[in-house]
């Protein structure tokens, strides 16, 4: 018989997830409280941008494979992928996944598997297992002794936006299981469209698993962002420094950028620093760093805006641009993004900004009426300052459109080097 599995949470790794899954040849039904997200996959279509998504949505839809709906029904497996954030004191808010357990509990049985795949602090799949026993009594969850009448296990996602699809089938996955029995499970479960290895451990070693990878990553964009501002101090060119350095057969570092954005990266350390806030202090200190960046950013653009205001003869705004609003190259992701941000303490500042995001078709809320969305040449030819926050492909040679005596301020590095060559913030 084919299995039946439910994903809760039609994002960015949900919508995916069920999609490769529905390929695979599994019946699935998709859940998500948006409405609108709902009815546009029902439709065969997505909301989201993920490169092959659409066509494998509409392929599944239409086999009657996968179906969306606001309200959980019966499965043989629930996989959780909902936002985990944290709230304004960085310690995690799982009231996310705590919805969704009381969501499926109704509608669980004897021999379902529970997975959580949200990036989660560490004790969290106990606290699944908690809030289930807690809604179904009548339903021995694992770790309360005795036989257990449902699996409960944790396996986070671990791809790239741009390359998801591929990335679900081939990566390998880190399975932890309340009990060795919940391993196994799962295991059955992602052995069903999964190419990579599965890997069994416990619940709590796979959490931190998940927060050390990006945890790691953090630390390492931390070190390159810290050594631009001593570059910009030394008035050392930071590129090209990293590229020397990396010649060096044992070096790798990363490049630096305006922050660190998205739904991992930028939130994930600070799981382990709500832990084990004694223990953690470089980790600590690196999201500080990264989380400084954009201020440093900020300090730039108001020397270079107030130089250009300087030359104005007419008394207009200084005109902005500010090129791209995603976390992250070649996606219309705007979670966590430092260049959001950036954008948008510029818009309250007065200035006339030029917002240039080639993947969305409509600003963000937070800059409605306060920016303009522009094609990329239309926003340099016209621009005093033009800053350039994400290196999507699209703006490669973009600079060929700068406008005369326009400023530059490349916190990706995207044009060094450039013919002609322009300043490099």
């Given at each position: 018989?084919?299995?039946?599995?439910?994903?809760?949470g039609?994002?960015?790794?949900?919508l995916p997830?069920?999609?490769v899954?529905?390929?695979?040849?599994?019946?699935?039904?998709?859940?998500?409280?948006?409405?609108?997200?709902v009815?546009?996959?029902?439709?065969?279509?997505?909301?989201?941008?993920?490169?092959?998504?659409?066509?494998?949505?509409?392929?599944?839809?239409?086999?009657?494979?996968?179906?969306?709906?606001?309200?959980?029904?019966?499965?043989?497996?629930?996989?959780?992928?909902?936002?985990?954030p944290?709230?304004s004191?960085?310690?995690p808010?799982?009231?996310?996944?705590?919805?969704?357990?009381?969501?499926?509990?109704?509608?669980?049985?004897?021999?379902?598997t529970?997975?959580l795949?949200?990036?989660?602090?560490?004790?969290?799949?106990?606290?699944?297992?908690?809030?289930?026993?807690?809604?179904?009594?009548?339903?021995?969850?694992?770790?309360?002794?005795?036989?257990?009448?449902?699996?409960?296990?944790?396996?986070?996602?671990?791809?790239?936006p741009?390359?998801?699809?591929?990335?679900?089938?081939?990566?390998?996955?880190?399975?932890?299981?309340?009990?060795?029995?919940?391993?196994?499970?799962?295991?059955?479960?992602?052995?069903?469209f999964?190419?990579?290895e599965c890997?069994?451990?416990?619940?709590?070693t796979?959490?931190?698993?998940k927060?050390?990878?990006n945890?790691?990553?953090?630390?390492?964009?931390?070190?390159?962002?810290?050594?631009?501002?001593?570059?910009?101090?030394?008035?050392?060119?930071?590129?090209e420094?990293?590229?020397?350095?990396?010649?060096?057969?044992?070096?790798?570092?990363l490049q630096?950028?305006?922050?660190?954005?998205?739904?991992?990266?930028?939130?994930?350390p600070?799981?382990?620093?709500?832990?084990?806030p004694?223990e953690?202090?470089?980790?600590?200190?690196?999201?500080?760093?990264?989380?400084?960046?954009?201020?440093w950013?900020?300090?730039?653009?108001?020397?270079a805006?107030?130089?250009?205001?300087?030359?104005k003869?007419d008394?207009?705004?200084?005109?902005?641009?500010?090129?791209?609003?995603?976390?992250?190259?070649?996606?219309?992701?705007?979670?966590?993004?430092?260049?959001?941000?950036i954008c948008?303490?510029?818009?309250?500042?007065g200035?006339?900004?030029?917002?240039?995001?080639?993947?969305?078709?409509?600003?963000?809320?937070?800059?409605?009426?306060?920016?303009?969305?522009?094609?990329?040449?239309?926003?340099l030819?016209?621009?005093?300052?033009?800053?350039?926050?994400?290196?999507?492909a699209?703006?490669?040679?973009?600079h060929?459109?700068?406008?005369?005596g326009a400023?530059?301020?490349?916190?990706?590095?995207?044009w060094?080097?450039?013919?002609?060559?322009?300043?490099?913030?």
């Amino acid at each position: 018989m084919t299995a039946t599995f439910s994903v809760i949470g039609l994002g960015y790794i949900g919508l995916p997830t069920a999609a490769v899954l529905a390929s695979s040849g599994s019946t699935v039904i998709g859940v998500d409280i948006n409405r609108h997200a709902v009815d546009t996959i029902n439709d065969g279509r997505i909301h989201i941008v993920e490169p092959g998504l659409g066509d494998m949505v509409a392929e599944v839809v239409a086999a009657g494979r996968l179906r969306a709906t606001t309200v959980p029904a019966p499965a043989d497996t629930f996989l959780i992928a909902v936002p985990t954030p944290f709230l304004s004191d960085r310690t995690p808010d799982l009231r996310f996944v705590q919805s969704a357990c009381e969501a499926i509990a109704p509608v669980l049985k004897r021999g379902d598997t529970v997975i959580l795949e949200s990036t989660s602090p560490v004790g969290a799949t106990e606290q699944v297992a908690q809030w289930l026993a807690e809604a179904r009594p009548d339903l021995a969850v694992p770790g309360q002794g005795g036989a257990a009448d449902i699996a409960i296990a944790y396996c986070p996602e671990r791809v790239l936006p741009g390359n998801v699809l591929t990335e679900l089938v081939q990566n390998d996955r880190v399975i932890g299981g309340l009990t060795p029995a919940c391993a196994e499970a799962a295991r059955a479960a992602y052995a069903l469209f999964v190419e990579g290895e599965c890997i069994l451990t416990d619940a709590r070693t796979a959490e931190m698993c998940k927060l050390t990878e990006n945890a790691f990553r953090d630390v390492n964009i931390a070190f390159a962002n810290e050594l631009s501002l001593i570059c910009d101090r030394l008035d050392i060119n930071v590129w090209e420094l990293i590229r020397l350095a990396n010649r060096h057969p044992r070096v790798n570092i990363l490049q630096p950028g305006p922050g660190v954005g998205g739904h991992c990266i930028a939130v994930d350390p600070w799981f382990i620093v709500s832990s084990a806030p004694q223990e953690a202090q470089l980790i600590r200190t690196a999201r500080e760093v990264n989380d400084g960046k954009p201020k440093w950013v900020l300090e730039k653009v108001r020397a270079a805006t107030a130089d250009a205001a300087a030359r104005k003869s007419d008394g207009a705004p200084v005109r902005v641009a500010c090129l791209g609003l995603a976390f992250k190259p070649n996606i219309d992701d705007l979670r966590e993004s430092p260049a959001l941000a950036i954008c948008e303490r510029l818009a309250e500042a007065g200035l006339d900004v030029l917002a240039v995001e080639p993947h969305i078709e409509a600003l963000p809320p937070q800059l409605e009426g306060r920016a303009r969305l522009m094609d990329v040449e239309a926003a340099l030819q016209s621009a005093d300052v033009v800053l350039l926050l994400v290196d999507h492909a699209a703006f490669r040679d973009a600079h060929a459109y700068l406008a005369p005596g326009a400023q530059l301020i490349d916190t990706r590095g995207l044009w060094d080097g450039a013919d002609p060559p322009r300043a490099v913030g």
